[in-house]
């Protein structure tokens, strides 16, 4: 398969790879609406139980699936020929989309508890989880502020690429992990009798629910941390000055209409140096997943 001229390695595992981490995704989130309208009495906005349940269903919708397409959707290679611009903003929108989600079921929690007057932020779960919220928001306007935005000098952005994406991958996994702390805690909570010891139908279904989680979770990490799966350094070159710039070899070659032909090779050589370190500073910036 190729795709602006370059050819991904591996596509067809790679496709593979896609296509399962899509159904695994999608799965689990029927696999939480089946819980929470089959064993859980379905959703409301009421203070009651119902409104709780809004809690799994938009994490695992919103915060594990949306966030995960989100981390690999530079890695399509059929979108290799848009514009990195472009791909910014969605990689962008979904992120929003996914921090919208994570805080609406957020609050859905605290509404709950503070209308049962359950106490709130007791449990690991809610401390690293809320933890995750928080610095997901600040990933994201950081985000916004030095990737997409034209204000940030390209070396910061090179610098700060790698960072970026350390972060998010971080913070990807610990949502997953803090969702598999939150589904056991649900169960032992809920199950009396009979108890999640024993085994009944609803542990042994949300226990797969979990192991989804987790298969989609690597599915997503594996993708993402393959070097020779991520979009193609030397057609990024340019995007990464602010929007509206050319490059310095483009603006110098436009002045020197007129020059001598010594002139315009000294300032050929000097382009051609500017091109290779914007190159360089881009790919500081492409060791990471996008």
Request: charged residues 15%; proline residues 4%.
């Amino acid at each position: 398969a190729v795709y602006g001229g370059r050819k991904m390695e591996d596509y067809g595992r790679f496709l593979a790879l896609l296509v399962s981490a899509l159904l695994v995704g999608f799965v689990s989130v029927i696999f939480s609406l089946v819980w929470v309208f089959h064993y859980r009495e379905g959703l409301s906005w009421d203070g009651s139980a119902r409104e709780f349940n809004w809690h799994p269903v938009l994490i695992i919708t919103g915060f594990v699936f949306i966030q995960g397409i989100a981390i690999v959707v530079y890695r399509l290679p059929w979108t290799w020929n848009c514009s990195k611009l472009l791909m910014k903003f969605i990689h962008a929108g979904l992120n929003t989309i996914a921090m919208i989600l994570a805080i609406v079921s957020t609050v859905a929690v605290f509404e709950f508890h503070n209308a049962k007057n359950i106490p709130n932020m007791y449990s690991l779960h809610s401390w690293i989880g809320l933890t995750a919220v928080i610095f997901y928001s600040l990933q994201l306007f950081l985000g916004f502020a030095v990737f997409l935005l034209p204000f940030a000098p390209v070396p910061l952005r090179a610098a700060l690429m790698p960072i970026h994406v350390y972060s998010g991958l971080t913070i990807f996994a610990t949502v997953i992990a803090t969702a598999l702390m939150g589904i056991t805690e649900k169960l032992i909570f809920s199950l009396k009798n009979p108890a999640y010891s024993t085994s009944p139908p609803e542990a042994t279904f949300v226990n797969c629910l979990g192991l989804l989680l987790v298969i989609f979770g690597a599915l997503i990490l594996w993708m993402a941390s393959r070097p020779h799966w991520k979009r193609p350094s030397e057609e990024n070159a340019k995007v990464l000055l602010p929007v509206g710039d050319t490059s310095e070899g483009t603006e110098a070659e436009s002045t020197m209409t007129g020059g001598s032909n010594a002139d315009k090779s000294e300032l050929k050589i000097s382009s051609e140096a500017a091109r290779k370190q914007n190159v360089k500073l881009d790919e500081a910036g492409q060791r990471s997943t996008m």
